[in-house]
């Protein structure tokens, strides 16, 4: 049985919610950041960034937050090219597979931030301009003492709260049960509203990756959670 999770946890943003690591990047990995960031990276600022000039046109924007090896950020852009995607992800191997995935697939509506999330979404992300935000699988930080690197926090779902348009979605997954449940409870805390009684079924637009598929078949569960803001 897993512990429960506390019905506010605690909450600091000094601490970061990742392990900056160097990492080795592959000859193509290499080859695409150095030829394509300089396209599509925005570089962090601390003013507000321009969302519809970044992408040439006023569409509805989605960050995703921690875009990993880049595989799920870069099928759900190609699936959806009405909206556009704001990447933000801090390690530079992750930066370049996705940049891969951008040039090869020719995507136009995915841009990168090789920085911090939440002072990417302090300092860049205008008040009520995103009409969504994705957190899939960060880190769960397994060991009590480490639990207050937690990304989901009262004071990052705060932020985030902020920056979503009305009617804008919170949109978390994670396969580690305990995390599950401290992501429902500071999410059931907070201004935003649950779009389900409790976890919400998968949605479409969040593909099955290959470790996910995986897990499943071994009986390993995966917890989607899909909060909104109040039009």
Known sequence: MSEPAPPVPFSSRSIRSYVLRQGHLSPAQKRYFDETMPKIGIPYAPAPLELAAAFGRDAPKILEIGSGMGETTAAIAAAHPQLDYLAIEVHRPGVGALCKLIAEGGLTNLRIVQHDAMEVLRD????????????FFPDPWRKVRHYKRRL?????????AAKLAPGG???CATDWEHYAEW???VLSASALENTAAG?????????LTKFERRGLRL???VWDLVFRRAP
Do not use: S
């Open 152 to 160: 989901i926090q009262p004071d990052f779902v705060a932020l985030v």
């Open 183 to 185: 992501m429902l409870a």
């Open 199 to 207: 976890y919400a079924p998968r949605p479409e637009h969040r593909p």
């Open 124 to 135: 860049m992300i205008p008040d009520t301009a995103l009409a969504g935000v994705h957190v």
């Open 219 to 221: 009986g390993h569960g």
């Open 169 to 171: 979605y919170l949109h």
